[in-house]
């Protein structure tokens, strides 16, 4: 009976968000070393500025009619944690492009269990019908998102590349 109440989805999210909250570190690496990269040895710390606003449009492209401020301010955050946890290890500013579809977010035929999680953390229900139909990349100095119904992916932001990655832009141009 244990062993089915801890494979319930709601006792998997919950554990998924425990361990996201929980710092990252084994004995034998102490965290001081993850602290600045990630396990894969990629740079994670320009992923601050995209989850934040990645998950700020999420947030604010949600249904909240009945929703508290501070409600749809927790689902915020807890997305960003979120967010941060998947780029960790997928995140390399020299080749924006390389993870990017392990760290892309999906509401269409099926919500992202990102979405999903920070949701369920903040006991918000329905997310699915609460959010837009779309796929949202998330990439350094990129978020982009394409709209269902939209021929084409608008840009929520546009940072500053990298030079080697801004250098390889003007190449294709």
Known sequence: ???????????MVTAAINVSAAPIHSAATP?????????????N??????????ARYWARSMRQNDLAGCEVAAFENALRQGL???CCGHWSPNEPVRGSGHRSIINDFTTDPVLV??????????IGSRLPRAVMWLNPASVRVKLEGHPYADNVY???????????????L
């Open 1 to 11: 009976n244990e062993l089915a109440r801890q494979r319930t989805p709601h006792a």
């Open 158 to 172: 546009s940072g500053e590349a990298s030079s080697s990655s801004s250098s390889s832009d003007d190449e294709d």
């Open 31 to 43: 965290p001081a070393k993850l602290s600045h990269k990630s396990p894969s040895g990629l740079e």
């Open 117 to 126: 999680a920070a949701a369920e953390a903040v006991r918000i229900g329905g």
């Open 84 to 86: 941060l946890q998947r």
């Open 45 to 54: 710390s320009n992923a601050i500025e995209e989850c934040s606003i990645a």
